[in-house]
C-alpha cells in the first residue's frame, strides 16, 4: 500500500510564504516522476509543478513560475513546494502525486499509475 501524506499550508497573507511536504510511504514504491496539484472552488484542478524523482527535472505552471520551486529530497521519500510571494488567486486545495508513468510537460499522468496526497488547504488574504 502506498501513501503519499501531505503536511504544511495554512492561511498567510499576501506576499508571504509556505512550505508543503508530501512524505511517501510503502512498500517497494518507484515513482518516475511527483507532481502538486491545485483545486481552487469552482475551478479545474491544475499541475502547478513536477519533478522527476531521478533526474530531478523540473516543470512548473507559468502562473507560479519564479515564485514556487518544487524539490525533493530522495533520502526522505519526501517532496516539497515552497511557495513565496503568495497572491490571492494561490489560494486553493494543494494535492501531491507521484505517478509511475509520466506524460510530457506537465500532463496528468493517467489515474491507474497515480497515487495521491489526502490534500491540504491554502488560503492566502489580501
Known amino acids: 500500500q502506498v501513501q503519499l501524506v501531505q503536511s504544511g499550508g495554512g492561511s498567510v497573507q499576501a506576499g508571504g510564504s509556505l512550505r508543503l511536504s508530501c512524505a511517501a510511504s510503502g512498500s517497494t514504491f518507484t515513482s518516475t516522476c511527483m507532481f502538486w496539484f491545485r483545486q481552487a472552488p469552482g475551478k479545474e484542478r491544475e499541475a502547478v509543478a513536477k519533478i522527476y524523482t531521478v533526474s530531478g527535472n523540473t516543470y512548473y505552471a507559468n502562473s507560479v513560475k519564479d515564485r514556487f520551486t518544487i524539490s525533493r529530497d530522495s533520502a526522505k521519500k519526501t517532496m516539497y513546494l515552497q511557495m513565496n510571494s503568495l497572491k490571492s488567486e494561490d489560494t486553493a486545495m494543494y494535492y501531491c502525486?507521484?505517478?509511475?508513468?509520466?506524460?510530457?510537460?506537465?500532463?496528468?499522468?493517467?489515474?491507474?499509475?497515480?497515487?495521491w496526497g489526502q490534500g491540504t488547504q491554502v488560503t492566502v488574504s489580501s
Open positions: 502525486a507521484a505517478a509511475t508513468m509520466c506524460l510530457s510537460g506537465l500532463g496528468a499522468p493517467p489515474s491507474k499509475y497515480t497515487y
